[in-house]
């Protein structure tokens, strides 16, 4: 058994610890693979299930309930996420009989890859809502999305978490220790479905397992490191991927004319680990409207910058852990509208922000950003800090 330690001592070590084994982060990002697990909930509401109320003299009677079921399913070959809601009001508002009004909203959003876990991958959605009010007739409107792409950026932020939680427990770590530990760090948001009154207590005996050989000592640190913000650990992304997809988006389905809306966009992401600790990520992205003539009410508004227009946007991010108590993270944002009736308009943001834990009890943050559209003689900064001190 570990020796036990004094709690003052385990609360300093929390604080400067040194980093994981060097490269032992960058092996294990480089294999890390997106968490496997699956949720399904169901629930039944009754929002204000049963309301009787009177306003001068006018009394009413309300009634609702509903139902919603979300499933999502994640793993390296896979993601699926799926949802139906379900709604149903009445009122006797400005009558003496139930007016009724029901909807109903169905979604699902799906990427496979074929062959490869970072190869070739397919993307497809779709939602549908339909609504029926009272004697009116039924409205409902369409949003549908494909798409293909090559590759796949990862942000392997758990495989640094892990990396922290050996070093404070001053172990040892393979790359193959931290896949392992990470794998179960991805997985905390199903504990909470699949054991909702003792949620925290089967993740942390999970990832005690993971480690092996914990006491309660240890849990108390893997527990500093995952949930208080003495740690600072930026995202560690890795890998790159290019994409198209397409989206179109039907106004009332049961209108004679619906009208659509349909849009482009193109993506490219790249993200390098520089060390252990540091890391570059690289997005652009490039958006064309190809007609805009759909009104969508219930659904999710299919993105456009205009029938006819382009927008084309860069990204530069870098982010430093100086240690597993102080991160930087920084950015450059270069964006270029080109709607179709005007000029074309280039602005560009710049940001930068530390956060340091002082000591067990302290956190400041130093922030600052810059920007300005070009032609422009304006110039918006900004310049702060923050901090929060834990009484308790």
Known sequence: MLKQRNWLAVLSGLLFVPVAQAGTVQDAASNYEVPTYELGVMSVQGEDLLL??????????????????????????QSLYAYNQVDAWGTTEGTHAFTFTATDLIGVETQKYLGDSRGLNLYGGLELGVTKAGENAASGDLAVGVGAGYGRMVDARFVAQAAAIFSALERPATAEDLLRVAEVLGQRSEYGIWYPFDADLQFFSAVAESIGDLNGADAFIVSKVLDTPL??????????????????????????????????????????LLDDTTGITITQTLAMGLADGGTQTLTSAVPTVGEGSMALGLELDFNKDHSYNWSTTAGLDVSMDMPADSDATTSWALSAQTNRSMDELLVVSLFASAGQTLGSEDLNWTLGAAFMYLVF
């Open 52 to 77: 009787a109320e009177s306003d001068q003299g006018d009394t009413a009677v309300n009634a609702h309930i509903g139902a919603s079921y979300f499933r999502t399913e994640q793993s390296p070959m």
């Open 231 to 272: 740690y600072n650990i930026s995202s560690r992304n890795v890998g790159w991927e290019l994409g198209l997809r397409v989206y179109n988006g039907m106004g009332d389905l049961f209108a004679d004319e619906s009208g659509s809306t349909t849009s482009m966009a193109q993506f490219f992401s790249y993200g390098k």
